[in-house]
């Protein structure tokens, strides 16, 4: 399955963002799921399978439980396909922090008026 076709579903995208807080147990995660989508066990299992199987999860045993994570590989091949569009809007970041530090430094050089003891 390609790695956008995985995150077009908001179910799998929203697991992502859990375990994007830290490991969870695979109970855990049906619990938030189902309570937030309103779907079953076995259809979690099923995400958190797609997850494993496209690089995005990984689980680990602890006695009976199953441990999830983020696995890096997913989200470095989506890293890799929207780097090559990364020169369309660094330039524009770079361009918007210049002018937040020059208006910082002109707030902070600016005269305090006298009445209000407020910068002018």
């Known amino acids: ?49 797609v997850l494993r199987e496209s690089g995005f999860a990984m689980v680990r045993a602890e006695a009976q439980r199953r441990l999830y994570s983020v696995d890096a590989a997913g989200l470095q091949a989506v890293d890799a396909w929207i780097g090559q569009f990364r020169s369309f809007w660094e330039p524009k970041l770079d361009a918007l922090a210049t002018e937040i530090a020059r208006g910082k430094r002109e707030r902070r050089n600016a005269p305090l008026t006298k009445r209000t003891g407020k910068r002018a």
Do not use: C, N, W, Y
Request: hydrophobic share 50%.
């Open 1 to 49: 399955m390609h790695v956008f076709e995985v995150l077009a579903d908001p179910v799998r995208r929203r697991i992502l963002e859990l375990l994007g807080h830290g490991e969870m147990a695979s109970g855990e995660v049906v619990e938030a799921i189902g309570a937030e989508f309103g779907i079953t066990q076995a259809a979690v299992s099923q995400h958190l399978k």
